[in-house]
């Protein structure tokens, strides 16, 4: 089977492992504060700012959480998202308002997002599709004029960049994920950036229950009763540890690898389905923009769409579509009306593209793909011309 995603991981990460273990010292400890160190110089921020979790989602929760939203508040969200970002803003008592996206390019535009705007809107979420950069600039600096907190989504986007600045520093809050899916791994894991630090002391804490200062040995050298409890306000306990840190650093040395194999994917396929009757694919991405290419997708005609996966399906390559659309989920009781977010969710496919697909696993799923297209649309033609 060729597969959609498939983790990166040997020998360096198991080494890391081992040391750990050798330590006997697992939990939330010094290679955490080593991976956030780390991360933060990646972005290009203070490691204060930085926050290792254990998920993207908690993140998101955090985000909400943090920024203090909360009932009569509307936060603005692209359908086209993963649902844990409408789960977060849903429990923490706000209302998504979700808004469309350029049918092509996965990703909102300010007007999209300013269509959805009303007086009780205190946030947006971005999400960077496939991790593209998208409008974030424009995005960043018409929620910063309008006092309105914005939330990059960059779960896709751990190595994108515009005109050299990390995608995820642009607004007030950021998260990324690290689970076993995505392009830097750590089994489970996330990280949190933000931007004000009175705010990130407190999100800080409020990942770990909510204490000012964590129990515990460390502890124990600043304080003589170092087992009392100071804890100004509910939190949760969604840190990040020493054994998922250690893979995470290994991850982030070898991310520039994992990236550059990525693009070259992308360039092949681009190469062998460019000009294929019946397809198209992803549009180039703007002058300064760099994206960590984590989806690769293609638009056909949506009534031949399922039936191109199930072909591919049959010839051992799994193929998918991100994200189904969050308006026409009922739990959110959204009546919006988006008429880009729903045609790209009836017309495109995510293909397979990880760092471990040699070149003729993706000359494999292109040539299926074609095939596959080629043969569909032949077989819906007799039906159209009646």
């Known amino acids: 089977m060729i597969n959609l995603f498939q983790p990166q991981v040997g020998d360096a990460e198991l080494a890391a492992v081992a040391e750990v273990f050798a330590d006997k010292w697992l939990g939330h400890g010094p290679r955490t504060k080593d991976f956030e160190a780390a991360f933060a110089k990646h972005l290009g921020v203070e490691p204060e700012h930085v926050i290792f979790i254990n998920s993207g989602t908690a993140g998101l929760f955090l ?15 692209p359908s086209m998202s993963f649902l844990a970002a409408a789960n977060a803003v849903v429990a923490s008592g706000a209302a998504p308002a979700f808004c469309d996206v350029d049918p092509r390019t996965m990703n909102p535009t300010w007007e999209h997002v300013a269509a959805a705007l009303t007086p009780r809107t ?31 989504d960059s779960a896709c986007s751990v190595d994108s960049r515009v005109d050299g600045r990390s995608v995820g520093t642009f607004g007030d809050l950021a998260m990324w994920s690290f689970d076993a899916a995505k392009v830097l791994v750590t089994g489970d894991g996330g990280m949190l950036y933000v931007r004000d630090a009175e705010r990130a002391l407190r999100a800080r804490r409020l990942a770990y229950h909510g204490l000012v200062q964590a129990t515990g040995l460390a502890h124990a050298k600043v304080s003589h009763r170092w087992w009392e409890l100071e804890v100004p306000e509910v939190g949760r306990r969604v840190i990040g540890n020493d054994l998922t840190a250690a893979i995470g650093l290994v991850q982030l040395g070898r991310l520039p690898e994992f990236t550059g194999r990525r693009r070259e994917i992308v360039a092949l396929y681009d190469r062998e389905l460019s000009g294929a009757e019946g397809l198209r694919t992803p549009p180039p991405l703007p002058a300064g923009h760099e ?5 690769y997708w293609v638009q056909m005609d949506e009534l031949i769409r399922d039936q191109v996966a199930s072909d591919l399906l049959a010839a051992d390559i799994y193929t998918t579509f991100r994200y189904a659309p969050l308006h026409k989920v009922p739990t959110y009781r959204s009546d919006a009306q988006l008429a880009g977010t729903e045609r790209a969710s009836g017309e495109t496919l995510c293909l397979p593209i990880h760092p471990g697909l040699s070149d003729d696993d993706v000359l494999t799923v292109a040539t299926e793909l074609r095939r596959a297209v080629t043969k569909r649309s032949r077989e819906l033609a007799p039906a159209a011309a009646h």
């Open 63 to 77: 985000a909400i959480e943090a920024l203090g939203l909360g009932e009569g508040d509307e936060v603005v969200l």
């Open 291 to 295: 994206s960590t290419h984590y989806f």
């Open 122 to 152: 205190r946030a947006v979420v971005l999400l960077h599709y496939g991790g593209c950069p998208g409008d974030v600039v424009e995005i960043a600096e018409r929620c910063r004029e309008r006092g309105i907190a914005l939330i990059e």
